[in-house]
Nanobody, 120 residues
Framework: QVQLVESGGGLVQAGGSLRLSCTASGSLSSINNMGWYRQIPGKERDFVANITHEGSTKYADSVTGRFTITRDAAKNTAYLQMNNLEPGDTAVYFC??????????????WGQGTQVTVSS
C-alpha cells in the first residue's frame, strides 16, 4: 500500500505563487509516475502535471509555462511549483502515484487533496 500526503495549499492572490508537496510512504519501489490532478466540485478531475521515475515531465496545456513539477527521490516527495496563478486554478489538488507496465496501470493511489484558492 502507498499513502500520499499533500501540503502547501492555501489562499493566494492572482499572480502569486504556491508550492505544493506530496510525500509518499509505504510500498514505494514500483512507483514510476507521480503527478498532480485538480478538481472542482461537480466537475471532472483534470490532469495537471506528471513526472516519471526518469524525470520526464508532462503538463496540461492550461498550466504549461506556469507550473513546474519536480521530485526528490531521496525524500519520496513530488512538488508542484505554481507561478502566475489565476482564479481558474482554484481547485482541490490531488497527488497521484502510479505504477505502470508497458503503459498499463498496475496501481493508482491518491492523496486526500489540498485546497488551492486564487483570489482576483
Amino acid at each position: 500500500q502507498v499513502q500520499l500526503v499533500e501540503s502547501g495549499g492555501g489562499l493566494v492572490q492572482a499572480g502569486g505563487s504556491l508550492r505544493l508537496s506530496c510525500t509518499a510512504s509505504g510500498s514505494l519501489s514500483s512507483i514510476n509516475n507521480m503527478g498532480w490532478y485538480r478538481q472542482i466540485p461537480g466537475k471532472e478531475r483534470d490532469f495537471v502535471a506528471n513526472i516519471t521515475h526518469e524525470g520526464s515531465t508532462k503538463y496540461a496545456d492550461s498550466v504549461t509555462g506556469r507550473f513546474t513539477i519536480t521530485r526528490d527521490a531521496a525524500k519520496n516527495t513530488a512538488y508542484l511549483q505554481m507561478n502566475n496563478l489565476e482564479p481558474g486554478d482554484t481547485a482541490v489538488y490531488f497527488c497521484n502515484a502510479r505504477g505502470t507496465i508497458v503503459g498499463h496501470v498496475i496501481f493508482d493511489y491518491w492523496g486526500q487533496g489540498t485546497q488551492v484558492t486564487v483570489s482576483s
